[in-house]
């Protein structure tokens, strides 16, 4: 990883609150709060309901930027800015691998039918460090899959 990675990757490497945006059928955004994780390479991962508005939304429109980071200003610490594509996973294997018990008040358990992973490929990350005036950026030259 080089320094601008590492510094991105502190900021992922823990569960977070990021707020999600997406675009509406009527062409508007819609902005929610999702609780994250960061997988080594970058993809962001969360659960949502298949019947949701966000995930029709994705699914209409996988373009989807986060922010995630500094939530607690003024604490003066960096966040980030994130777009990327979504893609939905429910095989058993990763509904299995990605089960959490705290998701029992959404679902009914890992089998159950609504619930869906939600895989984030980003394509450009701006790191915003506080003082900065412009962010650092890192871009995926990776396809998404």
């Given at each position: 990883m080089n320094e601008l990675e590492k510094k991105i990757w502190r900021i992922l490497e823990k569960p977070q609150t990021a707020?999600?945006?997406?675009?509406g059928d009527d062409g508007a955004p819609w902005v929610r709060y999702v609780t994250i994780r960061g997988e080594s390479d970058f993809t962001l991962t969360f659960c949502t309901g298949r019947s949701?508005?966000?995930?029709r939304q994705m699914i209409a429109n996988p373009g989807v930027h986060l922010t995630c980071g500094n939530l607690q200003p003024p604490d003066d610490?960096?966040?980030?800015?994130?777009?990327?594509?979504?893609?939905?996973?429910?095989d058993p294997a990763t509904r299995a691998k990605?089960?959490?018990d705290g998701w029992?008040?959404?679902?009914s358990g890992p089998d159950d039918p609504e619930y869906v992973?939600?895989?984030?490929?980003?394509?450009?990350i701006e790191f915003n460090a506080p003082g900065a005036l412009?962010?650092?950026?890192?871009?995926?030259?990776?396809?998404?899959e």
């Open positions: 707020a999600l945006a997406t675009i949701t508005r966000k995930a610490s960096a966040y980030l800015q994130i777009a990327g594509r979504a893609g939905f996973r429910s990605y089960w959490q029992s008040r959404y679902f992973m939600v895989f984030i490929t980003p394509s450009r412009e962010p650092e950026i890192w871009t995926n030259l990776k396809k998404p």
